[in-house]
């Protein structure tokens, strides 16, 4: 008789073992299907609540992440911080990017429970490592939308015709870093301009245009500066940006005014070797209002030519070394057209790593000449 009740026992505990061992794999199967298409960590909470389940216990908590996606009683927390496997008196099984627990239950947990717990943990780690690759797609996706937007505005906002000058001859280079970029210059009537607008992206290329676009509006106004500050100066105070400028205004006979807002040094290569600097006048555009500028007073004899340069020429490196303006006034020394000016500088920066947009622009008089055509240039985008 008690031989055929512990038989009777035995065949029970095997039905009850061979019943949790369907239902675990059961579980296992639903758990990868379920993670599988899960769109968020708090997704995976069903998943979690159906193995308590499977498990028969009456408590469950997970964290992943950092982030704890159920209650943590403190005691809890306090076992998981140890970062090992427990199985008493709660089952707690760390993995690369959490760790469940599951306890509250009539009966020790034990090795089928232990396996399941693991393998739901390599599927979070899994699942998470998908989410990260997933996020850093979508902010690849938008970082590329923003700069095709980007750079969409900045070749609507690019003033893509020049003025002419008379009695000069001119060429400009413009690379700029990236598909989009903050440097610009303009040939408008008698005036010249060029400039850096701090910062990168979108929000240097809108600017960038809408400088341009007020500039050939201000350049026809008796104080262009103040014409500025009005149209742009609420714009580069509420971004915290501002814009280095060099505008020079030819007056006839050699005779030029200049204004340098920030900006490196202006060159003027004169035809006997000299070299005479145009140095900052006062401070960037947007830093502060300013009102109206008095222009300085340089002249040009015939052939000289007038040089601007924006700092992604002089802050270009070779082995942590800038190039400096020292360079550029030895590698310019004897051009004799501005078109001998570009190719020097072009020429030359093949060899420096280059971080910042490129802009030069050369400006040569010739006396009682009216240039007709309009000036070679070539903008690279």
């Not at 209650?71 to 911080?81: D, F, G, R, S, Y």
């Not at 500088?345 to 055509?373: F, G, H, K, N, S």
Request: hydrophobic fraction near 45%; glycine fraction near 6%; aromatic fraction near 8%.
């Amino acid at each position: 008789m008690n031989n055929s009740v512990d038989h009777n026992l035995e065949i029970s505990a095997l039905a009850n073992t061979l019943a949790d061992s369907f239902d675990q794999l059961v579980f296992l199967e639903k758990a990868v299907k379920h993670i599988s298409a899960c769109q968020s960590l708090e997704d995976t909470l069903p998943i979690l609540e159906e193995a308590r389940r499977v498990f028969g216990a009456k408590q469950a908590a997970l964290s992943v992440a950092g982030k704890s996606l159920t209650p943590i009683p403190k005691w809890l927390a306090e076992l998981a911080e140890h970062r090992v496997i427990m199985t008493q008196p709660a089952l707690i099984v760390p993995f690369e990017q959490g760790w469940s627990a599951f306890w509250d239950r009539d009966r020790e947990f034990g090795t089928p429970e232990l396996k399941i717990a693991e393998t739901l943990g390599r599927l979070m780690t899994t699942l998470q490592q998908n989410l990260e690759q997933r996020e850093k797609q979508q902010k690849m996706l938008l970082e590329q939308h923003e700069q095709h937007l980007a750079a969409q505005l900045w070749r609507t906002l690019m003033i893509e015709r020049q003025g002419q000058l008379s009695e000069h001859r001119w060429q400009a280079w413009y690379e700029p870093a990236r598909d989009v970029g903050g440097d610009f210059y303009l040939a408008e009537r008698e005036w010249v301009v060029i400039g850096d607008i701090s910062g990168k992206g979108l929000s240097a290329a809108v600017l960038s245009g809408m400088f341009q676009v007020a500039t050939r509006l201000a350049l026809q106004q008796p104080q262009p500066v103040h014409a500025l500050e009005q149209a742009l100066l609420a714009d580069f105070t509420r971004t915290g940006m501002f814009c280095t400028v060099f505008a020079a205004k030819f007056l006839g006979h050699g005779e030029l005014g200049y204004l340098n807002m920030g900006h490196p040094a202006a060159l003027i290569f004169r035809t006997s070797g000299e070299v005479q600097r145009l140095p900052a006048t006062t401070i960037p555009f947007g830093v502060l209002a300013q009102g109206h500028l008095e222009l300085q007073r340089a002249y040009l004899q015939a052939n000289d030519m007038l040089v601007m340069v924006t700092d992604g020429v002089t802050e270009a490196t070779r082995l942590s070394t800038l190039y400096g303006q020292e360079r550029l006034v030895d590698l310019l020394l004897g051009s004799q057209n501005p078109q001998e000016v570009i190719a020097r500088v072009r020429t030359t920066l093949r060899d420096w790593e280059i971080e910042d947009d490129v802009c030069v622009m050369a400006v040569q008089y010739i006396p009682e000449m009216l240039v007709r055509d309009t000036a070679d240039r070539r903008v690279l985008s």
